[in-house]
């Protein structure tokens, strides 16, 4: 079953007509993330909502987590989410202690180092955790008296914020005059250099939403992923939020797919991760999509088009002069489609 934000259809392999073209809502949809409450201005590209919706579900990793082990974490998660005082406006080491800690604890994240220096000297770049895949690579990494060595053995550096704290803009709360994702930015930049390219993951999260990013994405900076943890588990409290069953159900799983320690680990005879496999299989989902659409608006949307202006052109008008402006028109359609796609419309 594909998994719709309301109002979408199913892909149609039917040809447009000349009335008009059906639209493939699960490619590129900004919709997706509303359904989630992702606010998200046109960003978070890591894994498109199209992989994220249905092809995903093909992928081995998603058949063989069984449903006990998603049971499982669901109530450990939701067990820490609804205990965690966030009513009292927790601060910082609060929410990271009695939250992203504990969470990162039930996706496997067991062998951690906090507080670890990326600088060679002094400690302008320190965040607030190091992630190693296994107790062996966290021994190792122990043994470096340079702290800023151990990331070469980490899976993922780890950046907490407090509850509530906007993770794309600064804010006057104290030590909160730059962005999260500008520091988290520049953590990534960091240790790509400091470990010459072994560590390229980052997560960045204020508890409710947890973002993942990629120091190989195509931008850095927008193509990450972005999930809203409290909207997922239905625990807002409004109807806006909550999530019917199955499909609470498909979210967690990508939750726990995109955030568990497991994904980070190298396996089969390629030695990718689940998420460099995920990346792969979603810019060829693209690249399938892209051609599809390519193909339907230049063989059935715009000859329908010029035929519709042609019939209602004034008596006169040459064909170039017609096939002028319904290329205005198409190019017109597309970017207000596009705009649309990218969330960069007025509300």
Not at 119 to 130: A, N, W
Not at 268 to 286: L, Q, T, W
């Amino acid at each position: 079953m594909a998994y719709r934000t309301p109002g979408s259809r199913k892909h149609s392999t039917r040809r447009y007509s000349n009335a008009g073209a059906p639209v493939n809502d699960s490619h590129n949809n900004p919709y997706w993330r509303r359904t989630l409450n992702i606010e998200l201005p046109g960003q978070g590209g890591l894994l498109t909502p199209g992989f994220l919706t249905d092809t995903i579900r093909e992928m081995d990793d998603w058949t063989t987590l069984s449903d006990a082990e998603v049971d499982q974490i669901d109530e450990a998660i939701r067990e820490t989410v609804s205990e965690f005082g966030a009513a009292q406006s927790p601060n910082e080491a609060q929410t990271e202690q009695d939250l992203i800690w504990p969470v990162l604890s039930h996706l496997g994240w067991t062998e951690t180092l906090p507080q670890q220096t990326l600088s060679v000297k002094g400690r302008s770049d320190v965040p607030d955790g190091l992630l190693f895949g296994n107790p062996e690579s966290k021994t190792e990494a122990v043994a470096s008296p340079e702290e800023w060595r151990r990331y070469a053995l980490g899976r993922a550096l780890l950046e907490a914020k407090r509850w509530g704290c906007p993770l794309d803009r600064r804010s006057e709360e104290p030590g909160e005059a730059v962005p999260p994702s500008t520091q988290m930015l520049r953590y990534m930049r960091r240790a790509e250099i400091v470990t010459e390219g072994k560590l390229r993951w980052g997560l960045l999260t204020n508890g409710r939403h947890w973002r993942l990013y990629f120091s190989n994405a195509r931008s850095v900076s927008e193509d990450f992923l972005d999930l809203d943890l409290v909207a997922i588990l239905g625990l807002d409290g409004t109807d806006r939020l909550a999530l019917e069953t199955e499909e609470h159900r498909h979210w967690l799983k990508v939750f726990i797919l995109a955030f568990r320690r497991a994904s980070f680990d190298p396996t089969g005879p390629d030695g990718r991760s689940f998420h460099i496999r995920a990346i792969d299989e979603g810019r060829s989902y693209e690249a399938r999509i892209a051609e599809d659409l390519s193909e339907k608006v230049f063989d059935d949307v715009f000859p329908g088009l010029a035929r519709a202006m042609d019939a209602a052109a004034p008596d006169g008008t040459s064909l170039d002069e017609v096939r002028e402006g319904a290329l205005v028109v198409l190019y017109r359609l597309l970017f207000l489609l596009y705009a649309e796609d990218r969330n960069l419309g007025v509300e």
